[in-house]
């Protein structure tokens, strides 16, 4: 089976949900942005739910991608911050794939798509939280409930995201981000005494 293939249609699946929601996604609409039949797609899914599926395995593997990139990464404020920007440029790079990430309609379309995106948002806020108590032991975070610092860490970058592409993609997402990134680690940290 071509690999290839199989990316083109998964990305062109990603850009059909971006423009018009999870409805308007159609093993017949991806064959005829492809330029093949609807039989042919068939051949690489097995259905519309098995597209989606591995839509969502895309997702969790840049995901694990860019967590195994920091995992030699010791101190625990620095990875949060090179995670956090990577994931930003990621999605700089791959505008579509956020409309599946941040997007409401994902939860509402159906339960296998919502058990999904709650499984891989559990396992951001458990690393995270992780990591943010890590931190704390080492004395580097405030004593603030680490599931508090996370929630704020992903509202706010949530918050920068969905900004972002209702403003129609009009600012630098990583740069907002360091500066947001920036704030927040400010906000956290562990004040040392002169």
């Not at 625990?76 to 791959?94: A, C, G, P, R, T």
């Not at 129609?168 to 940290?189: A, C, D, H, Q, T």
């Amino acid at each position: 089976m071509n690999t290839q293939r199989k990316e083109e249609m998964l990305d062109i699946a990603i850009k059909i949900i971006d423009r018009d929601g999870f409805s308007a996604l159609s093993m017949k609409r991806v064959g005829e942005l492809t330029g093949i039949t609807e039989p042919a797609v068939y051949r690489y899914f097995k259905s519309k739910e098995n597209l989606i599926n591995e839509i969502f395995k895309k997702i969790v593997s840049i995901h694990e991608e860019i967590l195994n990139k920091y995992k030699n990464t010791k101190n625990e404020l620095l990875k949060i911050e090179e995670i956090l920007l990577s994931q930003l440029e990621y999605y700089e790079s791959n505008r579509e794939i956020t409309s599946i990430i941040f997007s409401s309609d994902a939860f509402s379309y159906s339960p296998t798509i919502k058990e999904k995106v709650t499984a891989i948002m559990k396992e951001r806020e458990r690393l995270m939280t992780s990591l943010i108590k890590r931190a704390q032991a080492r004395g580097l975070v405030k004593r603030i409930d680490p599931s508090h610092i996370t929630k704020m860490i992903a509202g706010a970058i949530m918050l920068l995201v969905v900004s972002w592409r209702t403003e129609n993609y009009s600012f630098p997402l990583v740069e907002r981000g360091k500066v947001l990134i920036e704030s927040i680690m400010s906000v956290i940290k562990e004040e040392k005494d002169a």
